[in-house]
């Protein structure tokens, strides 16, 4: 057995299109995962227009907006160690890959410091000063915990996906002829980013 | 794939055979090789499809007349919770794709794996830990979910049982299915031989195809619905708990989003395999091959839009109504003609009756039923009075046992002399067959009638006027177990002691039957080259 699962991962190691397109199968998975949540946020809001926005008002649009440039600088440093490993710079790629990780976690942080604030101030699910606010912006606060939370697992997800590509970069064992495992991982954090850029109007913007 | 029907000299290292470092069940739990795989889908499958018939036969007993208030409505709940839960996310979900897709569907397309065949191994992982959480709920402290298997809230948030760990479960079982769909449409997409277009492809890889894209599609919202319930649970987000300014009819939607899509989950790969049968016991190639292979399609796209007629009580606009009802008969079109196209394919054939065929035919006739007392439900009016009765219990028995379990039976039936190398007692297959109708019919007929009567379902006990029709459907169970228990033997002495089964017993034309029986290690010694569609019968004496 063990001979044959050689042959296997060889031949499907070099398969590029196929492995390309498992991803990308598995990010419409992700895409769909939160479509269910949005489809809940827009059906809800349709019905608390008012509390929605009251909601909305009460949230950090500073530590929203700042989070947003870390992710999306962070973006550009993945499809630029992408970039590099094709043209063969692996330090360079690993530079790159390092830096994404270190805005990945730098957001994480971020979002700590602000959910710490939100508790803090009783606003959390199940809370006594929630429960003393209009229904409505119960479920504001509901979706908010929900989908950034669902969106910092991924985070933090991508972040784990990189640090073990960081390994393989340093191993060598993504190198110029064989990068699919880091574009791939790229993908999932743009992917990763790409919802946050709806998150952040949703909930920062939404007053 | 004529070009390639030369006999096989020496064959060596049939999957079945160690040949690795590991020994015994390690060797089998580490396998990559999609024949194994299947296998193991195989074994666990079966084991939590008799866990079911189980729960099913301890609610029929119970429901006997003379056997009234025997036990309390709680433990009935419960009963069928684990029944449905059982059933849908253990056996009749991960039934034919995850078992005959992953051992056909590399053979069929003349691939030597699957796409992925890691992810494979570890989609069977996810499987087993979904199964194990399940499974753990029933024993712990708090008791088994006595929701039911859709887990609707706001009584899913509310209950003491222990809904939480069930429904984590069916989240990992949900990825495992998500993952083998992802799988198999990358296979098909990446590793068909060459000269094998998409329309020279086989219909069992084209249903596969078409509930690849339900499993990708359809399965992550059942996961975040899945997950909502946990949350709500775990920290009471309020998304559709009324209490907190959410909606439990948003619940209804999310779920039944994933889970009508899932009935053709359950029921494509099972037309896929029936139309893999009929052509090679008539002789004769597929008619409408188009027509079907397209339908498939058809049924996954039209499938996906129609889950609110699971909900024509429940509160909806009368305008939602009229469409999910009118998108619900149009869904009834391409099964038509699936339908006719198989007994067209009939036609004139020159019929070699074996088991395969008998059950397969059993398939299209009990499908029928189901199909066509979907179509009644599906009208608004009716759907009013029938709703959450027995009708509706007979209905989808009909469908996912007559239809998914009898297309499962005539799939193992055709494909264990090459899965295992060696011949079930073809007689002992037909004695089978008489127990499991009769039995099938006396139970989930009865219940089509007492539904019509009024008998609401999931209830424990019944009202006088319904005994006979309850005491019917009992003893119907009873003979449909014993059928089972004949079948299931037949095929459990067959592996031991069967005689040898030669690399095409059916005299079968898709690739599969071109490999020995069990297949070898790499599948096929030299990949095939294709140069036709897959049902092409030459005339006696030239072959």
């Known amino acids: 057995m063990s001979q044959t699962g050689t042959i296997h991962e060889e031949e499907h190691h070099h398969d590029y299109f196929g492995a390309k397109?498992?991803?990308?199968?598995?990010?419409?998975?992700?895409?769909?995962?939160?479509?269910?949540?949005?489809?809940?946020?827009?059906?809800?809001?349709?019905?608390?227009?008012?509390?929605?926005?009251?909601?909305?008002?009460?949230?950090?649009?500073?530590?929203?907006?700042?989070?947003?440039?870390?992710?999306?600088?962070?973006?550009?440093?993945?499809?630029?160690?992408?970039?590099?490993?094709?043209?063969?710079?692996?330090?360079?790629?690993?530079?790159?890959?390092?830096t994404t990780i270190l805005l990945g976690l730098v957001f994480l942080m971020d979002k700590a410091i602000e959910w710490t604030e939100e508790i803090r101030r009783g606003l959390y699910p199940s809370s006594a000063h929630l429960a003393t606010l209009p229904?409505?912006?119960?479920?504001f606060f509901g979706l908010y915990y929900t989908m950034t939370g669902l969106h910092g697992l991924h985070v933090l997800a991508g972040v784990s996906v990189l640090s073990l590509m960081a390994v393989l970069l340093a191993r060598g064992r993504i190198n110029q002829e064989r990068f699919v495992l880091l574009e791939n991982s790229g993908l999932y954090w743009h992917l990763v980013d790409v919802i946050w850029i709806f998150l952040l109007p949703l909930f920062y913007l939404a007053a | 794939m004529s070009?390639?029907?030369?006999?096989?000299?020496?064959?060596?290292?049939?999957?079945?055979?160690?040949?690795?470092?590991?020994?015994?069940?390690?060797?089998?739990?580490?396998?990559?090789?999609?024949?194994?795989?299947?296998?193991?889908?195989?074994?666990?499958?079966?084991?939590?499809?008799?866990?079911?018939?189980?729960?099913?036969?301890?609610?029929?007993?119970?429901?006997?007349?003379?056997?009234?208030?025997?036990?309390?409505?709680?433990?009935?709940?419960?009963l069928f919770t684990v029944h449905g839960v059982v059933m849908i996310f253990l056996f009749v979900i991960p039934g034919l794709p995850p078992v005959f897709g992953n051992f056909m569907l590399p053979l069929l397309i003349g691939a030597r794996d699957v796409a992925f065949p890691r992810l494979n191994l570890y989609s069977w992982y996810f499987y087993v830990a979904g199964a194990l959480v399940a499974l753990t709920s029933l024993f712990l402290p708090g008791g088994p979910a006595d929701t039911g298997w859709t887990f609707y809230a706001p009584f899913s948030l509310r209950t003491g049982t222990n809904v939480t760990m069930a429904v984590f479960g069916a989240f990992l079982l949900g990825f495992s299915s998500m993952l083998t769909g992802i799988n198999?449409?990358?296979?098909?997409?990446?590793?068909?031989?060459?000269?094998?277009?998409?329309?020279?492809?086989?219909?069992?890889?084209?249903?596969?195809?078409?509930?690849?894209?339900?499993?990708?599609?359809?399965?992550?919202?059942?996961?975040?619905?899945?997950?909502?319930?946990?949350?709500?649970?775990?920290?009471?987000?309020?998304?559709?708990?009324?209490?907190?300014?959410?909606?439990?009819l948003l619940y209804q939607h999310l779920f039944w989003t994933y889970s009508h899509p899932a009935v053709y989950i359950m029921i494509l790969p099972a037309m896929g395999a029936i139309t893999e049968i009929l052509p090679t016991f008539a002789r004769r190639t597929i008619f409408g091959y188009t027509a079907i292979a397209l339908s498939s399609i058809a049924i996954a796209g039209v499938g996906s839009l129609v889950w609110g007629h699971h909900m024509f009580t429940s509160g909806m606009s009368p305008f939602a109504n009229m469409l999910f009802s009118l998108l619900t008969m149009i869904v009834a079109v391409p099964s038509a003609i699936k339908v006719f196209n198989w007994t067209a394919t009939l036609y004139k054939g020159s019929i070699d009756f074996q088991p395969p065929l008998l059950y397969a035919l059993t398939f299209i006739f009990l499908f029928s039923i189901g199909g066509l007392t979907g179509v009644i439900q599906g009208a608004l009016a009716v759907n009013v009075h029938l709703h959450d009765t027995y009708f509706i219990?007979?209905?989808?028995?009909?469908?996912?046992?007559?239809?998914?379990?009898?297309?499962?039976?005539?799939?193992?039936?055709?494909?264990?002399?090459?899965?295992?190398?060696?011949?079930?007692?073809?007689?002992?297959?037909?004695?089978?067959?008489?127990?499991?109708?009769?039995?099938?019919?006396?139970?989930?007929?009865?219940?089509?009638?007492?539904?019509?009567?009024?008998?609401?379902?999931?209830?424990?006990?019944?009202?006088?006027?319904?005994?006979?029709?309850?005491?019917?459907?009992?003893?119907?169970?009873?003979?449909?177990?014993?059928?089972?228990?004949?079948?299931?033997?037949?095929?459990?002495?067959?592996?031991?002691?069967?005689?040898?089964?030669?690399?095409?017993?059916?005299?079968?034309?898709?690739?599969?039957?071109?490999?020995?029986?069990?297949?070898?290690?790499?599948?096929?010694r030299e990949i095939p080259t294709v140069t036709h569609g897959p049902y092409v019968f030459e005339p006696e004496g030239q072959a």
């Open chain 1, 21 to 98: 397109l498992g991803m990308w199968l598995f990010l419409l998975t992700e895409v769909l995962l939160f479509s269910g949540l949005f489809l809940a946020y827009s059906y809800l809001r349709s019905i608390y227009p008012v509390e929605f926005h009251h909601a909305g008002s009460d949230m950090n649009a500073f530590i929203g907006v700042t989070n947003t440039f870390v992710l999306l600088t962070s973006s550009l440093t993945m499809a630029l160690g992408i970039a590099a490993i094709q043209r063969g710079r692996r330090r360079m790629a690993l530079l790159c890959v390092c």
């Open chain 1, 135 to 139: 229904l409505g912006e119960q479920t």
């Open chain 2, 3 to 78: 070009a390639i029907r030369t006999e096989h000299p020496h064959f060596p290292g049939s999957y079945l055979d160690n040949t690795g470092k590991r020994k015994g069940i390690l060797a089998w739990i580490t396998s990559t090789d999609h024949k194994r795989i299947g296998i193991l889908y195989l074994v666990s499958t079966l084991s939590f499809f008799a866990v079911g018939v189980g729960a099913g036969f301890l609610m029929r007993l119970v429901q006997l007349s003379r056997f009234h208030n025997l036990i309390t409505a709680q433990t009935y709940n419960s």
């Open chain 2, 184 to 248: 198999f449409i990358t296979t098909m997409h990446r590793l068909k031989a060459p000269g094998m277009t998409w329309f020279r492809m086989p219909l069992f890889p084209w249903s596969l195809y078409a509930t690849g894209w339900i499993q990708v599609l359809a399965t992550p919202i059942l996961a975040i619905t899945l997950l909502l319930v946990i949350l709500e649970r775990l920290v009471g987000v309020g998304i559709f708990d009324p209490a907190k300014g959410g909606d439990p």
């Open chain 2, 393 to 524: 219990v007979g209905h989808f028995h009909y469908v996912m046992f007559g239809g998914t379990g009898f297309g499962f039976f005539a799939a193992i039936l055709y494909w264990f002399p090459k899965m295992f190398g060696r011949m079930y007692s073809r007689r002992t297959a037909f004695i089978a067959w008489w127990p499991m109708v009769i039995g099938f019919n006396m139970l989930y007929f009865s219940m089509l009638v007492l539904g019509l009567q009024g008998m609401p379902r999931r209830y424990y006990n019944h009202l006088p006027m319904f005994n006979t029709g309850h005491d019917v459907a009992t003893v119907g169970s009873w003979i449909l177990i014993l059928g089972l228990i004949i079948f299931f033997a037949n095929l459990a002495v067959a592996l031991f002691r069967g005689e040898k089964a030669g690399a095409n017993p059916w005299g079968g034309v898709t690739l599969e039957w071109t490999t020995a029986s069990p297949p070898p290690v790499e599948n096929f």
